[in-house]
């Protein structure tokens, strides 16, 4: 079995590459994408991983490297309940979601789209408030040929010790 390629992009501490080790899923990580100094420092101990690239600042990446699969839980202030409220917009941190979709059209353009893409955020973003934006992001994916399926999951249900709904599209 080939072994999958990953990009992760607002990587933290790298949740979505622990998933795939706690499931024993064969992985490299050719790339991950964060700004915060300390959550970059946590990802490298973490992972023992002090080869990966860091692309930084997702708005000033030209081109994403070459992958099976590209992980991205772009920022919620702006769709959380606890939030601003402003939703997906230009300028606000949630509205970097269209910095990943400027680099997924840059793949398909260069013909080496990701095989499998998985965004994690929060509940409110399939809820009335949001829910025409997340409607939106699933054409824009789908036009690009991808097929998505979506999901509310707790926390709360997987082990993890807090009441966190999180939607998961893949």
């Not at 708005?59 to 699969?69: A, E, F």
């Not at 269209?98 to 793949?107: A, C, H, M, P, T």
């Given at each position: ?136 992001w699933l054409k824009k994916l789908e ?22 709904e999180r939607v998961f599209v893949i």
């Amino acid at each position: 079995m080939e072994v999958l390629k990953v990009v992760e992009l607002f990587s933290g501490i790298g949740a979505f590459r622990q998933a795939l080790s706690n499931l024993k899923i064969e992985h490299d990580v050719v790339a991950f994408s964060d700004i915060d100094k300390y959550a970059v420092e946590a990802y490298r101990a973490i992972h023992n991983d002090y080869i990966s690239q860091n692309l930084g600042d997702i708005s000033r990446v030209k081109v994403l490297p070459q992958c099976d699969l590209l992980t991205y839980g772009f920022p919620c202030q702006d769709i959380s309940v606890a939030g601003k409220g402003k939703g997906i917009a230009e300028g606000t941190r949630s509205g970097l979601l269209f910095e990943v979709e400027r680099l997924i059209k840059v793949s398909h353009m260069l013909g080496i789209l990701p095989k499998y893409l998985v965004l994690e955020n929060v509940k409110a973003l399939t809820q009335k408030k949001h829910r025409q934006q997340f409607d939106e992001w699933l054409k824009k994916l789908e036009s690009l040929g991808y097929t998505n399926y979506w999901q509310v999951l707790n926390a709360k249900d997987y082990g993890i010790p807090q009441n966190r709904e999180r939607v998961f599209v893949i």
